[in-house]
């Protein structure tokens, strides 16, 4: 007996047979077609502006960061007073003639000229290149802005971290010289003894001090 050849069912008409795996594609709308025009011509756009705005600050950049440090700089040369005159907890940076920073704090600082400002409770301290530290402070202090001078008076007392402590009534320090005198009655004690001076004269922010006669020197292990 013969098997009559079976036939493929007929589909919807005009529609062709899928065969199996087959991928259907389907158009994109016209909506998606717009939006995908609009894309590419706003990255056209944007990209070469995105570019030229960054070559615009890498151009720019030397002229930004000196404003900006100018700017640091000029904040660091006063105290930050307000308009009330006065500003506790007052806090000064700076740098010497040979860039070693130094800091100058006070509890109260006034403003009383210009150029003038009244410190009260001032203390500084400068760190040397060796590492060695110096400490010097007082109950009241004037500050000159324009030529970095600090006058100390009210038991001035100044410390090196090798232990000499120096203790006078008045002092002028010169902070952008790292340097500093009196004339007033000076006591020092240290490792080495005590001095008893009529003033005396610190320069390299302390490394070497100079006392004026006449004057008396003890040394340890030695008699009165």
């Given at each position: ?95 010497d003639n040979q860039g070693r ?31 060695a530290w110096l400490m010097v ?24 971290d090798d232990g000499t402590t ?59």
């Amino acid at each position: 007996m013969s098997l009559a050849p079976l036939s493929a069912t007929p589909g919807r008409a005009g529609r062709r047979p899928r065969t199996l795996g087959e991928v259907v594609r389907r158009l994109p709308s016209s909506r998606a077609i717009a939006r995908r025009r609009w894309l590419i011509a706003f990255t056209k756009w944007v990209l070469p502006l995105v570019a030229l705005a960054l070559l615009g600050v890498l151009a720019l950049w030397p002229e930004i960061d000196r404003n900006i440090n100018e700017a640091r700089v000029s904040f660091r040369r006063s105290f930050a007073i307000p308009e009330s005159g006065q500003l506790k907890d007052a806090r000064y940076h700076g740098v010497d003639n040979q860039g070693r920073p130094y800091t100058v704090t006070a509890v109260v600082a006034r403003q009383a000229e210009p150029q003038r400002i009244d410190l009260t409770a001032p203390a500084g301290d400068v760190t040397l290149e060796s590492g060695a530290w110096l400490m010097v402070k007082a109950r009241h202090g004037v500050y000159l802005q324009d030529t970095q001078q600090l006058d100390l008076s009210g038991e001035v007392v100044l410390y090196r971290d090798d232990g000499t402590t120096l203790v006078t009534d008045s002092a002028a320090v010169d902070l952008k010289a790292g340097a500093a005198a009196s004339a007033a009655m000076t006591h020092v004690e240290g490792p080495f003894g005590t001095i008893d001076a009529q003033g005396f004269a610190a320069t390299d922010n302390g490394t070497i001090i100079r006392f004026h006669g006449p004057g008396r020197l003890v040394l340890n292990g030695s008699g009165r």
